[in-house]
């Protein structure tokens, strides 16, 4: 288990998007930026929701989380599945598969349900690639999986007191879902250990084969674009692929018959020209129709997966700092607050 390289449920959906991501997970692993704080911010709410959704299930015992402890995982799992026990991280090696649910339920006289807790507030599609991953798995190593479900957030819950795990998370069945995505699941598993275990990495650009675009973490798939490329469009989306497939790489080289809406017609003619657009006549009427005192207003808010608040619901925008300039014409009066405690920030007083 040492030396060989296992495929993960997060790398399968990480080879889904793009094989040269993959490929980099194993051979170039340095090359990948680490996590910014936003995205370590979403982890911790994910982690957040798993401990909360483990109260649901009192009688399910914990395992190491720990990456560096898989074969520990491993070995309990073994010996908790004997004793048909309800298992958090239950890990299974399936030759060079490794898979770890979130929840595994013993249900029937030999079956066993898989529950995948998520921190949003519906069914997305990856969350049915990640269990259709795990049950095939499970499946390899002999285990008879009868349903999926997915345990996910209640976006209508509004927190009175104490979190309720049980009305705060809300489990829907997705087993049909997970059968259609494991059609076709061993064919690109298979595709994916030929990247894992080739020296070269795949020849893939945003064009190919990946659908992170111009957001990839290897430059290599698309350093080749020119200052002012085709992907910086205003919501360019298939114009631009469709752009790129053209080998039209730069906006000043879109042919004038290619159609564009108008903010994008002005990118292409600011790309052309080398000037500024200046709508003149649009920032005259826009002046006109403001009225003394002028305020300008800039704040900040912050959002949670579990509402910390009274009265909040899941992911709702908390402000917690403002700052207000109020100008009458003659001199202009600044206004700001920043919280700085644990206590509810919606209720100033300036």
């Known amino acids: 288990l040492d030396k060989m390289p296992l495929l993960t449920k997060s790398k399968y959906i990480i080879g889904l998007?793009?094989?040269?991501?993959?490929?980099?997970?194993?051979?170039?692993?340095?090359?990948?930026?680490?996590?910014?704080?936003?995205?370590?911010?979403?982890?911790?709410?994910?982690?957040?929701?798993?401990?909360?959704?483990?109260?649901?299930?009192?009688?399910?015992?914990?395992?190491?989380?720990?990456?560096?402890?898989?074969?520990?995982?491993?070995?309990?799992?073994?010996?908790?599945?004997?004793?048909?026990?309800?298992?958090?991280?239950?890990?299974?090696?399936?030759?060079?598969?490794?898979?770890?649910?979130?929840?595994?339920l013993p249900t029937g006289k030999n079956e066993w349900d898989i529950v995948e807790v998520k921190a949003s507030t519906k069914i997305k599609e990856e969350?049915?690639?990640?269990?259709?991953?795990?049950?095939?798995?499970?499946?390899?190593?002999?285990?008879?999986?009868?349903?999926?479900?997915?345990?996910?957030?209640?976006?209508?819950?509004v927190k009175k007191g104490e979190i309720k795990p049980k009305e705060l998370l809300t489990q829907e069945e997705i087993t049909t879902e997970v059968n259609d995505a494991i059609n076709g699941i061993q064919d690109r598993i298979d595709y994916m250990m030929e990247v894992v275990n080739n020296k070269e990495p795949p020849k893939v650009h945003i064009g190919n084969g990946c659908k992170n675009g111009v957001e990839c973490v290897s430059e290599d798939c698309w350093n080749f674009l020119p200052e002012g490329h085709?992907?910086?469009?205003?919501?360019?989306?298939?114009?631009?692929?469709?752009?790129?497939?053209?080998?039209?790489?730069?906006?000043?080289?879109?042919?004038?018959?290619?159609?564009?809406?108008?903010?994008?017609?002005?990118?292409?003619?600011?790309?052309?020209?080398?000037?500024?657009?200046?709508?003149?006549?649009?920032?005259?009427k826009f002046l006109k129709g403001l009225k003394s005192p002028i305020c300008y207003l800039d704040f900040e808010t912050f959002q949670t997966a579990v509402p910390l608040y009274d009265g909040t619901k899941p992911y709702q925008q908390i402000p917690f700092q403002f700052s207000l300039h109020v100008d009458d014409g003659k001199k202009v009066k600044h206004f700001e607050y920043l919280h700085d405690s644990k206590d509810d920030p919606r209720e100033w007083s300036f």
């Open 17 to 104: 998007s793009c094989p040269k991501y993959l490929w980099m997970m194993f051979h170039e692993l340095d090359k990948i930026p680490e996590n910014d704080p936003a995205t370590e911010h979403i982890i911790q709410q994910g982690q957040i929701i798993g401990q909360l959704a483990k109260k649901l299930f009192p009688s399910g015992v914990d395992l190491p989380e720990d990456t560096k402890n898989f074969k520990i995982n491993v070995q309990k799992t073994q010996e908790l599945l004997k004793q048909r026990k309800t298992i958090f991280e239950a890990g299974i090696v399936a030759g060079e598969l490794y898979a770890r649910a979130d929840i595994l």
């Open 127 to 157: 969350h049915i690639h990640d269990l259709s991953f795990q049950k095939h798995v499970y499946q390899l190593a002999g285990l008879k999986i009868r349903k999926c479900f997915l345990l996910h957030i209640n976006g209508d819950y």
């Open 230 to 284: 085709v992907f910086e469009l205003y919501y360019g989306g298939k114009k631009s692929l469709e752009l790129l497939k053209a080998e039209i790489f730069s906006i000043k080289d879109i042919p004038n018959d290619f159609k564009l809406n108008e903010k994008q017609e002005i990118q292409r003619k600011c790309a052309n020209t080398g000037k500024n657009h200046l709508n003149k006549e649009g920032i005259k």
